[in-house]
């Protein structure tokens, strides 16, 4: 099956950095989501991008399907920001990536 | 938000017992899921349904049954539970109009001592 693999698994910032998120998968697909967790447990979705380029607001996403990896970018970030952020990718069956875990500092 | 609701929120529940998840949506979607998150493995996909009465397994079926007999409502049961089975469990929702693209309810915290 498809394998999914996010880098960084962690990462901490101070409030108004940027960052990149990457996600990485083994074989071509049609569909590929990035979600937020937030520390409340609740699953947000950011962005459905099986390619090209996204952006919503301060965040913004880019995936190249022939190259088989997306990437989410979070500009100026803030203290909201932090949490668990996740790829997905397939239709049904849908594969998800362990994740990245990001806190940012006040 | 998508409408959909999981109960209980919340369960503990002992080794052996039968327990059973709801999860119910007022979208009509056609696609339901069910999840499990645990640390380090992000969420593994269960059992998913493609219509009423129409299901598949996921990627970690085993001591899952599911069943789907209205649209709006998909049931997650753990016939006998274990203690591997404590986690959180998700449900999601999907439409095909959508590309799939996929919305979470907000977890059931299972505890099987």
């Known amino acids: 099956g498809i394998q999914v693999e996010q880098s960084p698994p962690d990462l901490i910032l101070q409030e108004g950095a940027n960052s990149t998120l990457r996600c990485n998968f083994s074989?071509?697909?049609?569909?590929l989501q990035w979600f937020h967790q937030n520390p409340w447990g609740q699953l947000i979705n950011l962005f459905y991008?099986?390619?090209g380029t996204k952006q919503n607001g301060r965040l913004s996403a880019t995936t190249v399907a022939t190259e088989r990896y997306s990437l989410l970018y979070i500009s100026s970030s803030q203290t909201t920001d932090s949490g668990v952020y996740f790829c997905a990718v397939g239709s049904p069956p849908t594969i998800f990536g362990a994740g990245t875990r990001l806190f940012v500092k006040a | 938000d998508a409408g959909i609701t999981q109960s209980p929120r919340h369960k503990v529940t002992e080794t052996g017992t039968p327990v059973t998840l709801r999860c119910h949506q007022t979208?009509?979607?056609?696609?339901m899921y069910w999840y499990r998150q645990d640390p380090g493995h992000g969420l593994r996909l269960i059992h998913y349904s493609y219509g009423v009465k129409d299901t598949d397994k996921g990627e970690v079926s085993d001591g899952y049954s599911v069943s789907r007999s209205k649209t709006e409502d998909f049931l997650l049961t753990l016939e006998s539970a274990t203690s591997s089975q404590t986690s959180v469990y998700f449900c999601?929702?999907?439409?095909?109009?959508?590309?799939?693209?996929?919305?979470f309810g907000p977890g059931t915290r299972l505890t099987v001592t």
């Open positions: 999601a929702i999907s439409e095909l109009d959508t590309a799939y693209e996929q919305y």
């Open positions: 979208e009509n979607h056609r696609y």
């Open positions: 991008i099986p390619s």
């Open positions: 074989d071509s697909v049609n569909n």
